[in-house]
Every structure is written in structure tokens, then in C-alpha cells.
């Protein structure tokens, strides 16, 4: 059985791209802060080398943990939380020799590659996971495929009453789907882009976002 680990899998889009990765009969592994699989912080370099070494041989990773756009965090080190643990993580991972026809997914956003939003380093760190994931997919294929997702308004607990409010009603009036984004809906691109359905895409940064960004 092949294994898949995903980074921040206890809520969210993780947790659902965790459902659906054993549903299509992965082992899904799950790393987070909070209880709900393995417990490693994907800040720690320490951390995460010992959860590989337990975890064994991993074809999949799935880069999806990182800090609320709403938290309080100095440029840098919400940077280094978005984007630099995607790095780490990644490093790591490629370090223990990955089995043939390994694939990553990171999670990026609509933030800062396709629009802007209030928080500065959010942006910035968005946009720098679709260049690190163009950066991979040009030096790691054809042994590993590197592709992202970013996502639109995605229902889940961090942006709880969000929807409600009236920035995220005139988002959802603006959706030609109508509606806010479901994890689900971003966990069957992600294991699409896993998957050897998408064995010749590489380095692509795939919306996930009912048309809202090519609505504006
Ligand atoms: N919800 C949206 O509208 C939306 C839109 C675009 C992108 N995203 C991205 O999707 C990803 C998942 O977001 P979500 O909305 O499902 O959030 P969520 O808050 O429901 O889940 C995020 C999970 O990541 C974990 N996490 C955070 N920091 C971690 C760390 N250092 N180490 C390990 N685990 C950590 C949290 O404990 C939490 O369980 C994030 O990268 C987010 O930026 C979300």
C-alpha cells in the first residue's frame, strides 16, 4: 500500500484530502499540531526527520499546513511558516529516497499568484510555494512530479463565519458556482495531480476556485 503524507491533515482541506486518499486505498499519514494522527510541527527540522524515519518509505506528500491569512504574524516569519516549512518538509522528504512515481501537491492559494490580499506575508508566501513548486518540477522530474493547487474560499474552520460577512458575501455573489469551496472539492484535485491520471502534468498551479479568479 502506498503511503501519502499530509502535512496539516487534522482540519480542513488536509483532513479531507486524508478521507479521500484512503478511500482510493493510500495510507494516509497525518502530521499536524493538533491530535488526529502524528503530531510533529512542519516548522521543526527535528521533528519532521523523525517522523519520516517512522513513517518508512513514502511515495506521496502533500504539502498543506501552514498559518491562517488572519494571523498576527511579522513578515518573515509567516514567510518562513508558508513557504519555508513547504522547503523543509520537501527536502526531507526527497532525502529518504522516494519510490518511483512520487508526486508532491502543495497547497498554495489565489492569494498572491492570481490576486491580492490584506495580509502581506500570506501573499508573499502563496506566490513563493507556485515558484518553489516551478523550481522542483524543472530539476526533480521525471523521478518526482511537483504540482500545486490554489485554492479559492474554502469552507473550512479557520475561516469559519467568514461567508457571512460582507466581504465573503460579495466573494460568493461573485463565484459563477455560487457557493463557497468545500475541502472535498480541493482534496479530489489534489489526489487527481497524485495520481498517475496526471502522469504528464508537472509544475502546473492549478485553481481551485469554482471560476471566481477568472470572473473578476
Ligand atoms: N480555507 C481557505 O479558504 C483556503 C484558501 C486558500 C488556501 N488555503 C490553504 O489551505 C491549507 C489548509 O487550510 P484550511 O483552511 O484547511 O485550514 P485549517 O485551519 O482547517 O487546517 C490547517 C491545519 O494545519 C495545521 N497546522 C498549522 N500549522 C502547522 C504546523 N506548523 N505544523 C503542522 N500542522 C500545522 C493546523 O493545526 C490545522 O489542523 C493552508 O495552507 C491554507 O493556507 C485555504
Avoid at 511579522?74 to 527536502?91: H, K, N, R
Avoid at 469559519?160 to 468545500?182: E, I, K, Q, V, Y
Avoid at 484535485?189 to 508537472?202: D, E, G, H, K, Q
Amino acid at each position: 500500500m502506498d503511503t501519502v503524507i499530509v502535512t496539516g491533515g487534522a482540519s480542513g482541506i488536509g483532513a479531507a484530502i486524508a478521507r479521500l486518499a484512503t478511500e482510493q486505498g493510500l495510507r494516509a499519514v497525518v502530521w499536524d499540531l493538533s491530535p488526529g494522527g502524528m503530531i510533529v510541527d512542519v516548522r521543526s527540522r527535528e521533528a519532521v526527520e523523525a517522523a519520516l524515519a517512522e513513517v518508512g518509505p513514502a511515495r506521496y506528500l502533500v504539502n498543506n499546513a501552514g498559518p491562517a491569512s488572519s494571523s498576527a504574524l511579522p513578515f518573515a516569519d509567516g514567510v518562513a511558516g508558508t513557504v519555508g516549512t513547504v522547503e523543509l518538509v520537501t527536502s526531507a522528504w526527497l532525502a529518504t529516497d522516494p519510490p518511483d512515481g512520487a508526486a508532491v501537491v502543495n497547497v498554495a492559494s489565489v492569494a498572491g499568484n492570481l490576486v491580492g490580499t490584506d495580509s502581506a506575508w500570506y501573499c508573499a508566501g502563496k506566490a513563493a510555494i507556485a515558484g518553489y513548486t516551478r523550481h522542483l518540477a524543472t530539476r526533480i522530474a521525471p523521478r518526482v512530479r511537483v504540482n500545486a493547487v490554489a485554492p479559492g474560499f474554502v469552507d473550512t474552520p479557520r475561516m469559519a463565519g467568514f461567508g457571512d460577512t460582507p466581504l465573503g458575501r460579495s466573494l460568493l455573489d461573485r463565484n459563477p458556482m455560487g457557493r463557497a469551496g468545500r475541502p472535498e472539492d480541493v482534496a479530489a484535485a489534489v489526489l487527481f495531480l497524485l495520481s498517475p491520471a496526471a502522469a504528464y502534468v508537472n509544475g502546473v498551479l492549478l485553481p481551485v476556485d469554482g471560476g471566481w479568479t477568472v470572473s473578476q
